[in-house]
C-alpha cells in the first residue's frame, strides 16, 4: 500500500481528522489529501466527510490493499477479482526476483493440486499463493507445506470450524458416521508447494493454499466442505490476515513447525495407505519427521514416506 494513503489510515483511526490537519501532518498539499482519501474509498475504505474533517468508518471490501492494512506480517498482496491460477501468477512473479508477494484472488478459473488434478476455485473462497525465498536447503522445503496447513488449520479454528490435518496437505473437518460419511473427514483446504532450485539451496519456493470459505458446499465436490457450511460466513479480510500472521511466525521459526503439525494432525494414529511411485505403503502412520515425512509402521517395518496420497483406514 502507498505510504501516504497507509499514514492516512492510521491518522484517522484515532478519530476524525480535517484536510488541513492531515496535509500538516504528513507534509503534503490538501488537494493531494484529497485524491489519497478518494483512491482509499475506490480501494475500498468506508471514509465519511463530516464538518470536523474526514472519518474511518471501517473496510467494506476484500482486495490488496485492505487486506495490507492492519497485517502483521511483512507481505505486499497482489489482487485480482479472478486468475486462472494464483500458483501459475505466483510462479511468473518469483522468475521476476519477487520476495514475500501473496497473490491472492476472489476466483480461479483454473486452480490445479497435486499431480496437476484440477481444484474447484469459485467465487467466495480463499486462494493465496505466496512467493518466498528461504534460505534453507531444497530438504527442508517441506516445512512451508507443514507451516500452510497448521496456518490454515489455526485460522479455520478461529472462525469456528473443528480444523485438523490429514498428512500431507489437506485441512480437513473430522467426518461423522452417522451421517454416512466413510472417509472420516471433510476437505476444507488444500496445499500446493512448488520450488526452484539447485542441490544446496531454493532459489525460490511458491507455497499456494486454497480455502473453501464463503461458498455453498453443494458447488463443491463430493466430499469437501467450507467454512460456510461448518460455521457460518467469515469476514475473508481478516482470515487471510490471521493466516499470513501464522504463516509468517511459523516460517521464521521452523523449529516450531513440527511440533504445531502435530498438535493439529488427524493421521498420526491413523491407519492410512499412501500410493507412491515405487508402490503404496499400508500400516500406522506414528509420527512425522523434521522434514515432514511421514513415518508409517508396517507389519514389518518402519518406512519414511516423504510425498504420496494418503487416504485414512479403518481400523483392521
Not at 16 to 43: F, M, N, T, Y
Not at 48 to 54: H, I, L, N, R, V
Not at 59 to 71: H, I, M
Not at 153 to 182: F, Q
Amino acid at each position: 500500500m502507498n505510504e501516504t494513503r497507509r499514514a492516512i489510515l492510521e491518522e484517522l483511526s484515532a478519530g476524525p481528522v480535517s484536510g488541513p490537519e492531515l496535509a500538516d501532518a504528513l507534509g503534503v498539499s490538501r488537494a493531494a489529501i484529497w485524491k489519497h482519501v478518494e483512491e482509499l474509498r475506490e480501494a475500498g475504505f468506508e471514509i465519511e466527510s463530516e464538518p470536523t474533517g474526514y472519518r474511518f468508518e471501517g473496510v467494506a471490501a476484500y482486495d490488496g490493499p485492505t487486506v495490507e492494512f492492519g497485517l502483521e506480517a511483512p507481505f505486499e498482496v497482489e489482487y485480482h477479482d479472478a486468475v486462472g491460477s494464483t500458483n501459475d501468477r505466483a510462479r511468473e512473479l518469483a522468475t521476476e526476483g519477487a520476495e514475500d508477494v501473496v497473490v491472492l484472488a476472489d476466483e480461479q478459473t483454473g486452480g490445479r493440486g497435486r499431480l496437476e488434478r484440477e481444484w474447484a476455485a469459485p467465487s467466495g473462497g480463499v486462494w493465496a499463493s505466496a512467493v518466498l525465498r528461504p534460505g534453507i536447503a531444497p530438504l527442508r522445503a517441506p516445512l512451508f507445506t507443514l507451516a500452510a496447513a497448521v496456518a490454515t488449520a489455526r485460522a479455520a479454528r478461529e472462525a469456528g470450524v473443528d480444523a485438523g490435518i490429514k498428512w500431507p496437505n489437506d485441512v480437513v473437518v473430522p467426518g461423522d458416521e452417522d451421517d454416512g460419511d466413510d472417509t472420516g473427514y471433510r476437505k476444507l483446504a488444500g496445499i500446493l508447494t512448488e520450488m526452484e532450485g539447485e542441490t544446496d539451496r531454493i532459489e525460490w519456493l511458491v507455497v499456494g493454499i486454497g480455502v473453501n470459505a464463503n461458498i455453498d458446499a453443494d458447488d463443491l465436490p463430493a466430499g469437501a466442505t467450507s467454512i460456510r457450511d461448518e460455521a457460518g460466513d467469515v469476514d475473508r479480510r481478516r482470515f487471510v490476515q490471521r493466516l499470513l500472521e501464522e504463516f509468517d511466525a511459523l516460517r521464521t521459526d521452523l523449529d516450531s513447525i513440527v511440533p504445531a503439525w502435530r498438535d493439529l494432525a488427524l493421521t498420526i494414529g491413523q491407519r492410512v495407505r499412501v500410493d507412491r511411485p515405487s508402490g503404496e505403503v499400508v500400516g500406522e502412520a506414528v509420527d512425522v519427521t523434521d522434514t515432514g515425512a511421514l513415518v508409517v509402521e508396517t507389519d514389518d517395518r518402519r518406512e519414511m514416506v516423504t510425498a504420496g496420497d494418503c487416504e485414512h483406514l479403518r481400523p483392521v
